[in-house]
């Protein structure tokens, strides 16, 4: 009976480990996609990337709270490696020919290729900065026992305020080098407010996850 409690139980974690893994690694394709394309709001010029890309980091804290460190730690990296891929096969077709009558050539590599640049900017900066973020919410949640929403945006908050400084200059310098630093400013800001808004909203999926796993 233990036994198939226990088959049973890895089977739901298996199961929700698909989705969630998915909608991370999407959403961080996007977000490296979205990133160079600037929205306007209020007057302040704000990278879309910070909406996607902080759901994220609550991703990661979503499923370390049922997850192995090891598992965490192999979903960032394929994170990474399928980043790496998009980016790959896109500055890849860049630079193949194409016929005479496609006219929207130029219009893709201005798309495509800038975002090797966020990349290598992301590439040691989000590993580093997921891993961090694991290990801080590991600590709180599952050692000190604090609530699910406090460690998320504990966790979160304390290495975006370093990440985001860092990557943004790095990746951005080259391309808005005029407003770099408001736009670093700004990004800080959305970037808090969307881990918050984020982690406030996760809670509801952690008790549902929790609920189904012991069911």
């Not at 908050?157 to 200059?169: E, F, K, M, N, S």
Request: hydrophobic share 50%; with cysteine; aromatic share 20%.
């Amino acid at each position: 009976m233990n036994n198939y409690f226990e088959f049973n139980y890895f089977k739901k974690v298996s199961k929700i480990n698909y989705i969630i893994l998915t909608l991370f690694i999407t959403l961080s394709i996007i977000s490296h996609i979205i990133a160079f394309r600037l929205i306007e709001i209020n007057n302040y010029s704000i990278f879309p990337s910070s909406f996607t890309y902080m759901a994220c980091f609550v991703l990661v804290d979503v499923m370390a709270s049922y997850n192995s460190r090891k598992f965490i730690i192999l979903a960032i990296i394929l994170e990474g490696v399928m980043n790496f891929l998009m980016l790959l096969i896109t500055n890849l077709i860049c630079q193949l020919p194409h016929p005479e009558y496609v006219n929207n050539t130029q219009a893709f590599i201005d798309v495509f290729t800038p975002i090797k640049y966020l990349f290598f900017a992301n590439l040691l900066g989000s590993f580093i900065a997921f891993l961090f973020d694991s290990t801080i919410f590991y600590y709180l949640y599952k050692s000190k026992n604090y609530s699910f929403i406090t460690s998320s945006i504990i966790s979160s908050l304390a290495i975006i305020l370093i990440y985001t400084v860092i990557t943004d200059y790095y990746a951005f310098k080259l391309f808005y080098s005029d407003h770099i630093y408001e736009l670093i400013i700004t990004n800080i800001v959305t970037n808090l407010i969307s881990i918050v808004v984020y982690a406030i909203l996760s809670r509801w999926l952690v008790i549902n996850i929790f609920n189904y796993l012991n069911k």
